[in-house]
Nanobody, 118 residues
Framework: QVQLVESGGGLVQPGGSLRLSCAAS????????MGWYRQAPGKAREFVAR????????NYASSVKGRFTISRDNAKNTLYLQMNSLKPEDTAVYYC???????????WGQGTQVTVSS
């Protein structure tokens, strides 16, 4: 089992920045890729960004590319999402995701609310 706990959400004005964190625990050694997803009210959960096990490969949704940066610190078992130039349409609950290898399983955090509003 893998447990994921997000933090760092909050209220920010348009154009502002936030950094989300996701602390992983449990079977850390089984974690392969990690990522961030978000879900706005009344909408389906959508992909935001993904990072490989070693951190050398990243992928972003077109809507956040150039504004968001995903990173991970494997020594601290923590995933990050630096969000800059935030827009009202970035408002959503942001979820951390981890995919394990050998036995492929998906794990999710409980989510952290990000609200972009003046």
């Amino acid at each position: 089992q893998v447990q994921l706990v997000e933090s760092g959400g909050g209220l920010v004005q348009p154009g502002g920045s936030l950094r989300l964190s996701c602390a992983a625990s449990g079977r850390i050694s089984s974690i392969n890729t990690m990522g961030w997803y978000r879900q706005a009210p009344g909408k389906a959960r959508e992909f935001v960004a993904r990072i490989s096990r070693t951190g050398d490969i990243t992928n972003y949704a077109s809507s956040v590319k150039g504004r968001f940066t995903i990173s991970r610190d494997n020594a601290k078992n923590t995933l990050y999402l630096q969000m800059n130039s935030l827009k009202p349409e970035d408002t959503a609950v942001y979820y951390c995701n981890a995919v394990t290898f050998v036995v492929v399983e998906d794990y999710w955090g409980q989510g952290t609310q990000v609200t972009v509003s003046s």
